[in-house]
Each structure stands twice: as structure tokens, then as C-alpha cells.
């Protein structure tokens, strides 16, 4: 079956470095993501990584996947006001993504 | 990716009324999937569907209380039927984006029901 925890809350100074991190169960995903949902908005897709890949960089974004340890992370370098957000993190199973619980990241100045 | 555009996207309901929310995509695709979230809360899968064949209902959703429409490969629909304040949500629909695009997900409906 499939089981996404992610912890609840991370408070992170602007201009810092945030890691947020996600374990998952399910050994045969094929792709895993990370979402940004915003206050009264819908899910931003924000980056993915294919389960054969172990980095994947997009400009401020770097997730790494340990694949042994079924551990997915998502650091934002450089962290701003905008990025204080839901963030969830999601494996794709057979058919349908599982979404963990989502970390409430808060930027403070 | 594709672009969904989903309505209403907010609706406040009486009780015991049902709500129908819809949702259209701009190319076309074979599955859709409908989730809910429940405040405070995470996602969760209500159903697939694909078009000419009956919705498939993930545990503890049933068709009766969330039936769903899937006329074409562009179009969905899904009813919250005889609505109670637990169904007090918001309720999004999702497509696949095609190989490595991902999930591309509706602005949602938030649902308050009095």
C-alpha cells in the first residue's frame, strides 16, 4: 500500500536555505513530486523526479531521492516571503498519486 | 501540461442539497481523478474516471453519495449528493500531464456546507 509522511512544520529565516523531507512505502513508484498550495489556491506542480534518478536541479530547487531509504527531499535555496506554502510531497503508484499530509513552511524576515 | 479550468470554485450549501462541480480540460485525456481535501488535511482520491466506462471508487467513497459524469475526453463532472456539514471541503480535479509533466490539478471548489 501506499503511506507518505512528511513532517507538519518548518519555520525558516528569509534568505536561508529550507529541506523539507518525505518518506514514502511504496518501492515500485515510478515518479515522485513535490506541490506548492498556497492559501486559498489550488496545487502547483513544482518539480518531480523519476524514481531512477537520485538529484534533479530546476533553478532554486534541488530534490534528492535516496531510493534505498524511500526518502524524498526538497531544499529551496535562497528562501523568500513567496515560498511560505503548503508543501506536499506525492509518489505515483500504479494509476494514482498518494499525497503525504504536508509541511506548512513559514518564511520569517 | 494541460490547463484545467474548474467551477464553481467556491459554493456555500444548505444541507440535504446537492452541488455539481465542473471541471474542463483543454486537450485531450484519458483518465480524470477527483480528490478531496478536507480541512487541514492532505488529498484524498475520490474516484477515476474514464470516459465511456463507470467512475472507479476508492475505499470509503461510493458512487451514490459522489456520482461523476464523464461524457467526453475534455469534460467531468462530480455531484456531492445530500450534503452535510462534514462534506465541507474543497474538491479538485486532476489530470495526467502526459510522460514526466506530472499532475496537473484544478484551482479547486471550496465547499461549505450549512
Known amino acids: 500500500g501506499e503511506d507518505v509522511e512528511q513532517s507538519l512544520f518548518l519555520s525558516v529565516r528569509e534568505g536561508d536555505s529550507s529541506v523539507i523531507n518525505c518518506t514514502y512505502t511504496d518501492s515500485s513508484s515510478t515518479y515522485l513530486y513535490w506541490y506548492k498550495q498556497e492559501p486559498g489556491a489550488g496545487l502547483q506542480l513544482l518539480t518531480y523526479?523519476?524514481?531512477?534518478?537520485d538529484m534533479k536541479q530546476d533553478q532554486r530547487l534541488t530534490v534528492l531521492l535516496n531510493k534505498k531509504d524511500k526518502h524524498l527531499s526538497l531544499r529551496i535555496a535562497d528562501t523568500q516571503t513567496g515560498d511560505s506554502a503548503i508543501y506536499f510531497c506525492?509518489?505515483?503508484?500504479?494509476?494514482?498519486?498518494?499525497f503525504g499530509a504536508g509541511t506548512t513552511v513559514t518564511v520569517r524576515a | 501540461s494541460a490547463v484545467i479550468s474548474q467551477k464553481p470554485s467556491r459554493d456555500i450549501c444548505q444541507r440535504g442539497t446537492s452541488l455539481t462541480i465542473q471541471c474542463q480540460v483543454d486537450?485531450?485525456?484519458?483518465?480524470m481523478f477527483w480528490y478531496r481535501q478536507q480541512p487541514g488535511q492532505s488529498l484524498t482520491l475520490i474516484a477515476t474516471?474514464?470516459?465511456?466506462?463507470?467512475?472507479?471508487?476508492e475505499s470509503g467513497f461510493v458512487i451514490d453519495k459522489f456520482p461523476i459524469s464523464r461524457p467526453n475526453l475534455t469534460f467531468s463532472t462530480l455531484t456531492v449528493s445530500n450534503m452535510s456539514p462534514e462534506d465541507s471541503s474543497i474538491y479538485l480535479c486532476?489530470?495526467?500531464?502526459?510522460?514526466?509533466?506530472?499532475?496537473?490539478f484544478g484551482s479547486g471548489t471550496r465547499l461549505t456546507v450549512v
Open positions: 506525492a509518489e505515483k503508484g500504479d494509476y494514482k498519486l498518494s
Open positions: 523526479i523519476f524514481s531512477n534518478m
Open positions: 474516471a474514464n470516459q465511456g466506462s463507470e467512475a472507479t471508487y
Open positions: 486537450s485531450q485525456v484519458t483518465m
Open positions: 486532476s489530470v495526467e500531464g502526459g510522460q514526466g509533466y506530472g499532475y496537473t
